[in-house]
């Protein structure tokens, strides 16, 4: 294999597996806020239980998200050199103010969240608790922006030509507010909450299930059902919002979401197939969906493939069976949010066990969805690694050979490997222990040393 | 702004973003140096309850640490694209058994107290330490290779590496790599020192002597060997011998560590180890200044700072951001160290 599809399979690699943690960190930063928040009002043990039990799982994936969260910095410079070069003034600035601005500042009051709990008042601790979940949506604002920008690149002009040519920052707020910066902002944010309210609800929903926990689980279950309700319709707005903003700025995208290959009336497919090949898609098509979904008339032209060379058009399937499957993971979501907030406001949730079961598995939903999104994202943006102006093959690192990013593929592969393992092992122990346990079993002395401590 | 900083300082922005990326490494050394320090020392301790100390000590801040470098490499990628491109690239391998080891010992601190069983907690006893040794060694490397100086070539007008991975490992740069593993393990001895109290606490004040000497050794070696090879690094000391100051202090400030030790006076020794590392890291930069890597034969082809930046309204959009951001970053991490201050005591929040 050639270095352009390893260094491209590493990075999709790496930002895969990194993309799992932080949309949970984002997401119950949002309910941990709401918790601390109960407590802190109302000061009723039971919330204050509710809070400390998260913080822990909390502090778990937010080790992993850091510690993989390093690697995607480093590999802009290691992998892709050329593309360093090019975008180094633009996109270099978003994540250096990424760092000064979130990563600072939602390591730096974790440390108070997770240890402070008897250093501070609750006050102060609640104050940390609204940092941390500020710094994780500053992270998701600056590292979408500078994602953003390669999609719609804006506030820029080329200076210099092949080879050493490289975008140079003209308008700071042009390029931060570039056309597609807001919905896909808001769309990744709406998925981050659901990752996270989708996961408290997995757990209270098992623990309903087992009869363990029984009055923390139901508290449970009502924020982060609050929660699931509210994202999933701003996700449904700004998921309409993000393809009106890919028709306009992105328009092969476009057309590969829904393998819309003749310019004219589009449909929308409920399940599909491309043959690239032949141009043809084999499926379930609802026509003229696509043309009154963005322009209010089912015959109205949408802009195919047809328009674009072959040699500028993304990978056909594999943006549209991403997208697809992100549409009914989000489908999927939106139905047992709203379903699991009627129930609750009938008052049968908490008994009606089919429901809790769905609710035990539907955890995978937010974090499909999420996976699938940039995929289809990312994919749909080729063969640009700067949308127009920076294709992905000249943007690789000229003295990295294939044998060494084979090496780091495989270096990354065992370590992820052995890290999500570990990762599904110490989260189940944690739901299996229970928010009673809380005492006794972190800081891992369990009783062994309990009678030793200082 | 931009006039102040031109006409009254007689600093350009190029300049002003050298001493800022300066400033996030000098930062990043002095703070996770500590905590790769003690997560060198981590495998001499052996009970449990010892080594959980060990890591209580560093459990509140060692991400934040992290955090320097995270946005030491972002502020390089924005100020200076070619360095970050051509370095990172350059030294693939080393990057990335970098990232591992970093990896390593991050997770470790989390998983280690996750479960009771010896088994597990040795396994990441050693991944934490070993993941330590060899990020504080890569990062030593690293230094040693920039000083030193490292074959770049002119590759469709970009300035690339010429070489490979093993040509990073020569003994100046090996000399480095050891210097800086002798000097963190010094550094996090002396915080960890602060941090504990009854028999932890008397064992690592026997250490610290002993970190100071290797250290010191290591030190005078690559001192000799700089003078000897590397001249190019000490040519400002000579012609403005006020710099030698520089030297000077950095000399005061080590040998008063086990002074102030002596005297039981563990904040005053932390300071002064934080001089020295300050001090070092001013001389590393004076002797760089104005470039970021030097090429080694060629010297026609080293990246500095005019050269390797990106544009003029980037370093200046940049400086704002930082200005606006560092000041606060600096108050509330000062805050919380003084949230989490005093010796370390296990509770049931500990890792």
């Known amino acids: 294999m050639d270095v352009e599809i390893l260094a491209r399979i590493q990075f999709a690699f790496t930002v895969a597996f990194q993309y799992i943690f932080p949309p949970l960190s984002i997401g119950r930063g949002v309910i941990l806020v709401i918790r601390d928040g109960v407590w802190l009002k109302t000061r009723d043990a039971l919330w204050h239980d509710m809070a400390k039990f998260w913080t822990k799982i909390f502090a778990l994936t937010f080790a992993i998200g850091v510690a993989s969260g390093i690697v995607m910095e480093f590999e802009f410079g290691t992998n892709w050199a050329t593309y360093s070069r090019y975008v180094g003034d633009i996109f270099g600035s978003a994540l250096a103010a990424e760092g000064i601005f979130a990563f600072f500042l939602e390591s730096g009051f974790l440390a108070v969240l997770l240890f402070g709990w008897d250093k501070v008042g609750p006050k102060m601790h609640f104050f940390s608790t609204l940092m941390v979940a500020f710094g994780a949506h500053f992270s998701a604002v600056w590292i979408i922006v500078a994602n953003s920008w390669q999609q719609t690149p804006a506030g820029f002009h080329i200076v210099g030509e092949g080879l050493q040519a490289r975008a140079e920052i003209t308008d700071f707020w042009a390029m931060v507010f570039n056309p597609s910066s807001v919905d896909r902002l808001s769309h990744a944010v709406s998925g981050a909450w659901l990752a996270g309210a989708f996961l408290v609800l997995s757990v209270s929903a098992w623990y309903l299930l087992k009869k363990k926990h029984i009055e923390f689980a139901r508290a449970s279950i009502k924020v982060a059902l609050a929660v699931a309700v509210v994202a999933s319709v701003t996700q449904l707005v700004t998921g309409h919002s993000s393809a009106d903003g890919v028709a306009k700025n992105q328009p092969a995208k476009l057309a590969a979401l829904e393998g819309h290959y003749q310019t004219g009336a589009a449909g929308m497919y409920v399940l599909g197939w491309v043959n690239d090949a032949e141009e043809t898609v084999s499926g379930v098509k609802i026509p003229g969906m696509l043309s009154w979904f963005l322009h209010g008339a089912a015959d109205a032209e949408v802009k195919g493939l047809d328009a674009f060379a072959r040699e500028e058009r993304p990978p056909v399937n594999l943006t549209f069976q991403f997208y697809h499957l992100m549409v009914g993971c989000g489908v999927l979501i939106f139905t047992i949010s709203g379903v699991g907030a009627l129930l609750w406001w009938r008052g049968t949730l908490f008994a009606n066990r089919g429901a809790l079961w769905v609710m035990v598995f539907a955890v995978l939903l937010p974090q499909i969805a999420n996976q699938a999104g940039w995929f289809s994202a990312e994919i749909g943006r080729q063969p640009w690694i700067v949308y127009g102006l920076l294709r992905t093959s000249d943007a690789l690192s000229k003295v990295v050979t294939a044998g060494q990013v084979v090496s780091s593929l495989a270096l990354f592969a065992l370590i992820y490997a052995l890290l999500f393992a570990v990762f599904i092992y110490l989260l189940n122990n944690k739901i299996q222990l229970g928010p009673a346990a809380d005492a006794g079993t972190d800081g891992g002395a369990g009783s062994l040393t309990k009678s030793k401590r200082v | ?351």
């Not at chain 2, 690239?89 to 010992?105: N, Q, T």
């Not at chain 2, 710099?243 to 020794?269: G, K, Q, T, W, Y």
């Open chain 2, 1 to 351: 702004m931009m006039e102040f900083f031109q006409d009254t300082l007689g600093l350009n922005l190029n300049v002003v973003w050298f001493l800022l990326v300066g400033i996030l490494f000098t930062g990043y050394a002095m703070l996770d140096g500590f905590d790769l320090g003690v997560g060198i020392l981590h495998l001499f301790t052996k009970t449990d309850d010892e080594r959980r100390l060990m890591l209580n000590s560093i459990g509140p801040v060692w991400d934040g640490n992290e955090v320097w470098l995270v946005t030491g490499g972002g502020a390089l990628f924005a100020a200076f694209p070619n360095v970050y491109a051509t370095v990172f690239s350059g030294f693939y391998l080393a990057f990335m058994l970098l990232l591992a080891s970093l990896i390593f010992r991050a997770v470790a601190i989390e998983f280690r107290g996750k479960q009771p069983q010896a088994s597990w907690r040795k396994s990441w006893d050693i991944g934490f330490s070993i993941g330590s040794i060899v990020s504080a060694l890569l990062i030593g490397v690293a230094i040693g290779n920039i000083a030193w100086g490292i074959p770049l070539t002119v590759v469709d007008g970009q300035i690339e590496y010429a070489g490979g991975f093993f040509n990073l490992l020569h003994p100046y740069a090996l000399v480095m790599g050891l210097t800086t593993v002798a000097l963190f393990a010094m550094h996090g001895c002396i915080y960890a020192l602060m941090k504990t109290e009854g028999a932890l606490h008397e064992k690592l004040r026997g250490w610290v002597n002993k970190t100071i000497v290797v250290f010191v050794a290591l030190y005078a070696v690559g001192a000799i060997l700089t003078l000897l090879y590397v001249p190019g690094m000490t040519e400002k000391l000579r012609a403005t011998p006020w710099f030698i100051l520089l030297v000077v202090v950095n000399i005061l400030a080590i040998a008063n560590i086990p002074r102030e030790v002596s005297h039981r006076r563990d904040f005053s020794a932390f300071i002064s180890s934080c001089v020295a590392m300050l001090c070092l890291m001013a001389l590393f930069g004076l002797g760089m200044f104005p470039n970021l890597v030097l090429s080694n034969p060629d010297p026609a082809n080293s990246l500095h700072i005019y050269n390797a930046a990106s544009s003029p309204s980037t370093l200046g959009i940049m400086l704002v951001i930082a200005l606006i951001g560092l000041p606060v970053v600096l108050v509330y991490t000062a805050c919380i160290y003084y949230v989490f201050r005093g010796k370390v005591r296990l509770d049931r929040h500990s890792y």
